[in-house]
Each structure stands twice: as C-alpha cells, then as structure tokens.
C-alpha cells in the first residue's frame, strides 16, 4: 500500500507505513514459496517459518512441512527422508543445528535474515579471538538461540537490568555486545549505559535492525496521536509484542489483533483516531482486510 491508501479521506484512520513484512521476512517466505513450486511434498522449514498462522497454513496447503529440532515432523512425527529440503527461517538456527542438517543428508536452503547472519559473524569471530561476548535479547527466542549457538566461548544473555546486574563474566578484558535484532532501542540504550556503569569493558555492535527501530519509531509518534491503536501480528511474535507495548505506553486503547475477525471485540466510536500498524510477521493481506474493516465499520 501505498501513502494514499494507508490514509483515508477523512484522516480517521491512519496505517503506519512501515507495517507489515519486513525485508528478512519477505525473503524468508518468498524463499518457501519457490521451493514448493519445485518440489511440492519434500519440502520442509525448520519450525514455522514466521509467526504467522494465515501463512503457514497457506503453505502447509502447498505440501510445506514443519519440522522440529529433532528434524521430525510436527503433525505426523515423521522423519523427512534424505534429500528432501529443509529451509532454515529468518531467525537462522545455531552452527550445531546447521551440521546437523546437512549431516543428514538434506538439502540446506538458508533463509536467515542477512542481519542476523551478520551477528553470527561478529559473535563467532569475537569468541575465537577470547572475547566474552554479552547477548541483549529474549533468551527464549529462536533468534537468540540462535545467535548464542555461534559462540564458543563465555556468553551472557541479558534482557533486563537485573540480568545485567547477575552478570559474571570478566572485568579485565573486552566484551563484543550484541543485540537481537528485534530488541526495543531504548532499552537496548538503557541495559548498555547500565552494564558500563557496573565496570564491564563493552565494544558494542548495534545490531538491532533498521526496520525495526523505524518500525517501533512510527509506532509510537502514531500511537501519541491516536485515540485507538491496532497491532495486528501472530500470538508468538515476539516483535509484534514489543510494538504493542511501545503502542500501550502511549495509547490506553491499544489493542492486539491477530487478523480482522478479532475486531469484533473491540468498540471504535465514529469520532475516534485509529492507528494501525503490524508486525514484521504479518501479511499485507490481513493489514488491508483489517484497515478495510474498520473503514467500513457501521457505527
């Protein structure tokens, strides 16, 4: 969508131009897409490819499997037989998981987000030089996961101040700090100034994506200027949660959606300002459908 149709006539309701697929995710689902066309029923992403239910049951439809990290099928418990295609999602997966695909013998199509395969590099080539390295993210997030599987050395991952201040790795030396690429930028901020403070030597690498500071950026200013706020994203997303919260402290009346059917829980009066803006994870599609709906909402 374009500005003119992101806003209508009126003003009253107003999507954020950075909603939707970011450019990690675009790539990822476009990668899966090409490789059923290929070879529908052999193909098979390593978890869901996106936090987004619309869009992996539309490639299930297409003969898409999902596998979990013991490489077995989620909904048969199935092993995928040798050379079939096993597509690594955006968040990318540890060095560990890597091998042990291709150990496998099935064809790697590696879909991690180039920005995330960048935070391998400086992890890994930082922990062979003997750095600690300091890991600012969700430690239960595949990305995370991820990322802490490309050190080899001593590693830290803290998502809050008290985490920070836990924290024992060693004073005398350098320590790479990285982030997750979906952390919110000024906590990011808050937790490096914090781990500084308590002595610790840090050569930083702000790793957090540029979509998605723009992405948190937009959504707050628009959130500030909206009586209602809709975040649209996937129960398990864990950027389109961090929008939310970003939203919340601005707009009391934020809400979190999945798709339009869920707007049927939620009163809009006709003289209300209504932002909308959606998560990284979340189609086009659904961000129209949702916009459309509330357009054309009977008051």
Known sequence: ?????????????????????????????????DEAAKDAGHVYTLGPIIHNEYVVNDLKKKGVGVIDDDLICEDTGEIPPEGSVVIIRSHGVSEEMYSRIKNRGYKVVDATCPFVKKIHTIVKDASLAGYPVIIIGNPDHPEVRGIRGWVSGDCAVIENEEDARNMLLPKDKKIALVSQTTFNYDKFQELVEIITFLGYHVVVANTICN??????????????????MIVIGGKNSSNTQKLYDICRSQ???????????????????????????AGASTPNTIIQEVSQNVRGTEF
């Open 1 to 33: 969508m374009d500005k003119a149709e992101r806003e209508n006539a009126s003003g009253r309701v107003t999507v954020a131009e950075s909603a939707g697929f970011c450019f990690g995710v675009k790539r990822a689902v476009q990668l899966v897409y």
């Open 211 to 228: 979509a998605t500071r723009e992405r948190q950026r937009e959504a707050m200013d628009l959130a500030a200027r909206s009586d209602v």
């Open 251 to 277: 707009c009391a009346n934020t809400y979190y959606i999945q798709d339009q059917s869920d707007l049927q829980n939620i009163t809009i009066s006709s003289e209300s300002r209504v932002g909308i803006t």
